[in-house]
């Protein structure tokens, strides 16, 4: 009976450990946190592209245009830019760009409210082609 409990208690840790470690902590593929890699973290995608500014960005308004979102709001400057625009079902989708280097740029995906983490891969992977 004894045994039974600590075979119990033990996997009652385990599960309990397990749940509050997990989350949406980090989804990276690749090899490493480098340029072509993406972190999907907290409902946001995040990609360091190797590209300019000007190409990402330019990459990103082809995007928004072939995937039929329409366009809320668009600003950018020499550093950053920002796309807030609308999906299917009414999605808010946003995109952020920004300078990393010359030659690296970050850019930030959120689908809705609280993420979707396929449907911002898909979006990422869009922009990645048209670059």
């Known amino acids: 009976m ?3 409990f600590i075979i119990f208690a033990s996997l009652m840790a385990s599960v309990t450990i397990a749940v509050f470690f997990s989350g949406c902590i980090a ?3 690749g090899a490493g946190a480098g340029v072509g ?3 999907y973290v907290k409902g946001e995608m ?3 592209e190797q590209a300019s500014l000007d190409k990402t960005w330019s990459a990103v308004e ?3 245009k072939d995937m ?3 366009v809320v709001s668009k ?3 020499a550093l ?3 796309v807030e625009a609308r999906g299917a079902g009414d999605k808010k989708i946003t995109i952020k760009v920004s300078l990393v280097t010359d030659k690296t740029t970050e850019v930030g995906i959120r689908v809705g409210t609280f993420g979707d983490e396929k449907y911002s891969y898909q979006i990422l992977e869009n922009i990645r082609k048209n670059m």
């Open 75 to 77: 600003s950018r400057d």
């Open 68 to 70: 039929g979102f329409f």
């Open 37 to 39: 890699t993406y972190a």
């Open 62 to 64: 082809k995007t928004v």
């Open 46 to 48: 995040k990609s360091v």
């Open 27 to 29: 989804a990276v593929v």
């Open 80 to 82: 950053a830019g920002v």
């Open 2 to 4: 004894k045994k039974i």
